[in-house]
């Protein structure tokens, strides 16, 4: 368990269009894209100021392109202002193609955040901006999820069948990218779950391709629940999933081979 982790200046959530969230055209609501932007703000916001923030306006949102049914959606929020009570989050909005990896903007504009409540108990004024760093381009994907009260239980926690859909959603974005080709769930061979996660807490999901056979892939998940006032994060569960690469004709095929990494 760790406590007063660093103010971070980027949060990125990653989801799939899924048909419910599709006008007749095919393509994301733009309600949806903009609740969306939305939740990275306010986590990004909640991250630096350890704070209850609510959204006080957003500047002009151009959707630029549509996201398609069957897209892995990634959305970027980092800080650009910080003052008294109040900070901005930049939101960039791309939509990838699963099967080819192309990578497209849909959309971008800045979110206005404000602190609510009483400063004084947080010391007074928000903190500082962060001064910039460098930041090493990785290949790592991690993926965060806030978790609203119709998710969770009489209990007040998440329910286990809502992580482990989080979960799984994450081992079908690793996969995909991986073998860049239609990915179906075949097995969870193991799931463990050690601490609790209650509404408002946010979850961070780190899949990682462990093995790659002939036309399956294993996808082994790390789970860690976050609390935005506090900063205190812990280890929530993990898992491991069994996904397969498939055709038109829904019958497994080779993955492809990793591509070659520039020196």
């Avoid at 406590?3 to 393509?27: E, I, M």
């Avoid at 049914?69 to 990634?74: R, T, Y």
Wanted: glycine share 10%.
């Amino acid at each position: 368990m760790t406590a007063g982790q660093p103010a971070t200046t980027s949060t990125t959530l990653v989801d799939v269009v899924f048909p419910g969230d599709t006008n007749h055209h095919g393509t994301l609501f733009g309600g949806v894209g903009l609740a969306h932007m939305d939740k990275v703000a306010f986590i990004a916001a909640s991250r630096h100021g350890r704070r209850a923030f609510v959204t006080a306006s957003c500047e002009r949102v151009d959707f630029d392109r549509p996201a398609k049914l069957g897209d892995i959606i990634e959305l970027t929020g980092a800080l650009v202002r910080v003052g008294r009570r109040s900070l901005g989050v930049e939101v960039d909005f791309f939509a990838e193609t699963p099967l080819t990896g192309e990578r497209r903007r849909c959309g971008r504009s800045v979110f206005n955040m404000v602190a609510v409540g009483d400063l004084q108990d947080g010391g007074g004024a928000l903190p500082p901006m962060p001064a910039p760093a460098a930041v090493a381009r990785t290949s790592e994907l991690r993926m965060v999820e806030m978790v609203f009260p119709e998710q969770t239980s009489h209990y007040g926690s998440l329910f286990g069948g809502r992580a482990l859909e989080a979960m799984a959603k994450s081992a079908f974005v690793a996969a995909s990218r991986r073998a860049r080709a239609a990915v179906v769930l075949a097995a969870t061979p193991w799931s463990e779950f050690v601490s609790q996660i209650g509404a408002g807490e946010v979850m961070e999901i780190a899949p990682r391709i462990a093995r790659v056979g002939r036309s399956s892939m294993t996808v082994d998940v790390e789970l860690t629940a976050e609390n935005l006032l506090t900063g205190e994060r812990r280890r929530a569960g993990a898992a491991a999933f069994t996904m397969v690469a498939v055709g038109a004709d829904h019958r497994p095929i080779p993955v492809r081979a990793a591509p070659e990494t520039a020196l």
